[in-house]
């Protein structure tokens, strides 16, 4: 019952968020579209299921702290004090570090991505985006950037509770590298090397950082 009452809470959330937004969806797409320009629609209820597909992701981007917060009332009656004090700062800090990621993405990376396929234009072949498949691949190439700044806080945390250290990080580096760009083959939207090095080298990145946080600041 409050599993179900928690989730009603957390879809009226999106729900009105998600209405909110429709109002300035042609704002967003404005913003999300600046790096390639003009879309165009290649039928007319393209528009449409499109305005709705990005009202909608704004609106669960905007209730997210609510998801968690509801997240963190229903499973906070089944820890121990412990683990409650853990989680109090594990989830606003996941949800900071995703919103992080997609920014990362949208201002450094995206940008130079659409610029180079559209690199690829000649005289006679010049890029034309369709808005339904330019914001499949704005999500896509989105939210893996979204999921990858939270591997510093990942292995922090399995620092912290004396499950790795330093060292052991540092013996795994070549493992995570390897990792790294499976993952990226896996998420990326396109088969192409330079979408997956840009999702690879980031995580590599965030993954040395992830060895000084551990030793420096846990001495682990």
Request: charged share 10%; glycine share 4%; hydrophobic share 60%.
């Amino acid at each position: 019952q409050e599993f179900r009452s928690r989730l009603i809470i957390c879809l009226a959330a999106v729900a009105v968020a998600s209405g909110v937004s429709y109002n300035f969806v042609e704002e967003i797409i404005d913003v999300i579209s600046a790096p390639a320009g003009k879309l165009y629609f290649l039928n007319p209820a393209e528009v449409f299921f499109s305005y709705i597909q990005v009202a909608v992701c704004t609106g669960v981007l905007v209730t997210l702290p609510i998801i968690c917060y509801e997240l963190w009332g229903f499973v906070r009656p089944a820890l121990m004090p412990s683990e409650r004090a853990a989680v109090f700062w594990l989830i606003p800090t996941a949800v900071l570090l995703f919103y992080a990621g997609l920014a990362f993405s949208y201002y450094a990376v995206f940008p130079a991505a659409v610029l180079f396929f559209m690199g690829f234009a000649t005289a006679s072949l010049q890029p034309m985006f369709s808005l339904s498949s330019y914001l499949s691949f704005f999500i896509a190439f989105m939210l893996p950037f979204g999921v990858v700044f939270e591997l510093p806080l990942v292995l922090f945390f399995l620092a912290k509770m004396g499950l790795i250290t330093s060292a052991f990080l540092k013996s795994k580096r070549r493992v995570l590298i390897v990792v790294a760009f499976i993952f990226a083959a896996v998420v990326s939207p396109t088969t192409d090397v330079f979408t997956q090095a840009m999702i690879a080298v980031p995580m590599i990145v965030l993954y040395e950082a992830s060895i000084l946080l551990v030793r420096f600041i846990l001495r682990k």
